[in-house]
């Protein structure tokens, strides 16, 4: 299994988990810059070729964070997305949220300078 290179912040919420042709309620578990835990639907299918659209709204604020990317594990419980593709609102809110929750700023500092240089080399 591969590492987790990016800090991850408990965070819960409801949220739309969609392909082109299907469409999941299911709740945000916890999030990094990088992806988040999912509580899986009851009908959910892996179609581990599949792109997938996570939208949810953060409480209180008139914001979505919008994410598309793949699942990368998935079991009963829990499904593991991992982002691909964030609009730059999104990552903005993201980022303010996990700054909000982290207790050291720096682990923030940390896990943006992964993400940049996990981009470079993509």
Known sequence: MERRNFNRVVFST?????????????????????????????????????????NFNLEGLDKAINMQGKICHANEEFLGFQCELIDIDSVTELRRLIELNLSDESLL???????????QST
Not at 18 to 47: H, M, N, Q, R, Y
Not at 109 to 119: G, R, T, V
């Open 14 to 54: 409801q949220a739309e988990l969609s392909t082109a042709t299907k469409t999941w309620k299911t709740e945000v578990l916890d999030l990094s810059l990088k992806g988040a835990l999912l509580d899986a639907p009851e009908d959910f299918v892996l179609d581990p070729a599949a792109l997938y659209d996570l």
């Open 109 to 119: 500092q940390l896990d943006l300078e992964a993400l940049i240089k996990q981009n």
